[in-house]
């Protein structure tokens, strides 16, 4: 990556689009230098099926600075940028994305990139947001030797497939980015998403983890991962903070930050029990997904068999053909996989048809008052027999009264979750915060009374 990135740096100035004299993007003209070499590969990989999108990072108060300070603080200022781009751009782009940077003018570069053909515009929007301020953090973090501060404003779009002409068609791009940046520069990002982005980019949340409890020998079977927003903010509690990250198309951000949040905890703490982390079938259909925890269990040095992927309910699986393929690679590396919400409705149990997952999770609301409702035993019986068919074992959320654990241990359900056996709480090293060895004999405690 650093030579690729080093090698367009070089070429910057040869290949330059515009003028440093020239401060308007309008003027661009619609046709580049001959043999520009951009063009060629964009082409190229346009050819190939590949959406190819441009990242325009543009950084704030730069005529200033070249006008009031010694050209040797300019040059250590060009200098840290063009570092500190290299280094974003190696975290965030794939070398094998990368088309080619191009210096469009003195403080306006573009990034170009190839995706997946599925990827979105709001993903590619995403991106840029992610880069412009992790190159703004950076940036500053290192000027502020010279006591210097910048603002970096970026802005993406896709180029259209329908334009044949690459050239026409990187015109265009160029033009509806600048005109975003310009839109950014004037209006502030909505509030509480620029929040959102914060916290994703600095990986702002925090943990918990609730036990899940093996019913028949009493220990524990494994922890669940829940996780809160920073305090006295809107969005410490989950509800808000996934349910806005899916109103601004970034929940797959947040779940990767989540992802990578639970496998520090639990190298950190050294856990060795089974652990599981919610995940939507929006994040689990991403295209970088199964590369993404490939990389990071062997980053944080996690036995894939450790981790269980719970899909949640949030959303609907609507192509089981993706879903499959990638369930298919993770089992392959020794992931397991859990389906949440069970009982709920018929998506739930058509996942279950469709996934055959390794680990059944009954809803809450069919567990609550189990023990006073007839129709819910039924149900559950016809679950447990269902979960045996296929090999598949079950776990019971939402336990709070002793009566509903009976139930459950009366239909040998495999194991439980809920406030009843545990609260959630934050890892330490020797979970003694759970109070597992009483929890053990409550469990046990139970099973005689129950026998009997």
């Not at 440093?20 to 046709?31: A, E, F, G, I, Q």
């Not at 305090?231 to 779940?255: I, W």
């Not at 190298?267 to 991403?286: D, G, M, P």
Request: glycine content about 4%; some cysteine; proline content about 3%.
């Amino acid at each position: 990556m650093n030579t690729v990135f080093q090698h367009w740096l070089q070429r910057l100035k040869t290949y330059s689009m515009l003028t440093r004299t020239n401060r308007s993007m309008k003027v661009l003209p619609p046709h580049f230098i001959v043999r520009d070499p951009v063009v060629g590969l964009v082409r190229k990989a346009r050819k190939n099926g590949h959406v190819c999108s441009l990242v325009l990072i543009s950084i704030q108060q730069f005529d200033e600075l070249i006008r009031h300070y010694p050209a040797e603080t300019v040059r250590f200022i060009t200098t840290t940028l063009e570092q500190v781009m290299r280094e974003t751009m190696m975290e965030y782009v794939d070398e094998s994305r990368l088309i080619g940077v191009k210096q469009l003018q003195t403080n306006v570069y573009g990034i170009f990139i190839q995706e997946p053909s599925i990827f979105s515009a709001q993903e590619t929007d995403t991106l840029a947001i992610l880069i412009g301020k992790s190159i703004q953090t950076d940036l500053n973090f290192e000027l502020q030797k010279q006591d210097i501060s910048v603002q970096v404003i970026s802005a993406a779009t896709q180029l259209s497939n329908a334009i044949a002409d690459e050239q026409l068609a990187i015109h265009q791009a160029l033009q509806e980015a600048w005109s975003a940046a310009v839109g950014a520069m004037s209006t502030p990002y909505n509030t509480l998403k620029q929040q959102l982005n914060d916290i994703i980019l600095h990986k702002d949340i925090s943990v918990l983890a609730q036990p899940v409890m093996n019913l028949e020998t009493g220990d524990v079977f494994g922890y669940e991962i829940l996780t809160r927003g920073p305090e006295n903010t809107v969005f410490h509690g989950p509800e808000n903070l996934f349910e806005y990250a899916d109103r601004v198309q970034l929940l797959s951000e947040l779940e990767f930050v989540v992802i990578q949040k639970a496998f520090e905890e639990v190298r950190l703490k050294q856990i060795q029990n089974q652990v599981f982390i919610n995940i939507t079938a929006v994040t689990l259909s991403h295209p970088y997904f199964e590369r993404n925890v490939r990389r990071w269990t062997s980053a944080y040095g996690i036995e894939s068999c450790q981790i269980i992927f719970e899909i949640t309910e949030q959303h609907l699986i609507r192509n089981f053909e993706i879903i499959s393929k990638v369930i298919h690679k993770l089992r392959g590396h020794g992931f397991r996989l859990a389906i949440d919400d069970a009982g709920t409705g018929y998506s739930s149990l058509q996942s279950i048809l469709e996934i055959i997952p390794d680990i059944i999770k009954i809803d809450k609301s069919l567990i609550q008052q189990i023990d006073r409702v007839a129709a819910k035993e039924s149900l559950l019986k016809a679950i447990m027999a269902f979960a045996q068919d296929i090999h598949c074992q079950v776990v019971a959320e939402g336990v709070e009264r002793e009566e509903e654990a009976g139930v459950l241990l009366k239909h040998k359900v495999e194991m439980g979750q809920g406030y009843y056996f545990a609260r959630p709480e934050q890892f330490i090293a020797n979970l003694q915060q759970f109070g597992l060895e009483e929890l053990k004999q409550k469990i046990h405690r139970l099973r005689s009374i129950t026998a009997s």
